[in-house]
Nanobody, 123 residues
Framework: QVQLVESGGGLVQAGGSLRLSCAAS????????MGWYRQAPGEQRELVAA???????NYADSVKGRFTISRDNAKNTVSLQMNSLKPEDTAVYYC?????????????????WGQGTQVTVSS
């Protein structure tokens, strides 16, 4: 069984910073892509940032230059440093990862999600 647990959400004023962390645990053989999504009330879940095992990143246009995604492959963790936060960044943030749990099928990955952490930016 695999679990992703996020931490680091909270309430911050506009212009402030927060750092989200996500740790994957359980029967993990390998993790390929890891990422962060967010979902605001009444909106669809959207990709915020993602990072490959080799460190290639991509970001939503709305967060480029403000957010930085990073990962520690040895610890199976991914983080999201969020600077210059805006009220429109308010959402529940979810960590996700493509994880292989079967060493007999090393190329077979399934998507796993964390439970989400609330980020609220006040104006």
């Amino acid at each position: 069984q695999v679990q992703l647990v996020e931490s680091g959400g909270g309430l911050v004023q506009a212009g402030g910073s927060l750092r989200l962390s996500c740790a994957a645990s359980g029967s993990i053989f390998s993790i390929s892509r890891m990422g962060w999504y967010r979902q605001a009330p009444g909106e669809q879940r959207e990709l915020v940032a993602a990072i490959t095992r080799g460190g290639i990143t991509n970001y939503a246009d709305s967060v480029k230059g403000r957010f930085t995604i990073s990962r520690d492959n040895a610890k199976n963790t991914v983080s999201l440093q969020m600077n210059s936060l805006k009220p429109e960044d308010t959402a529940v943030y979810y960590c996700d990862a493509d994880i292989s749990t079967n060493p007999q099928s090393p190329g077979s990955y399934d998507a796993y999600w964390g439970q989400g952490t609330q980020v609220t930016v006040s104006s």
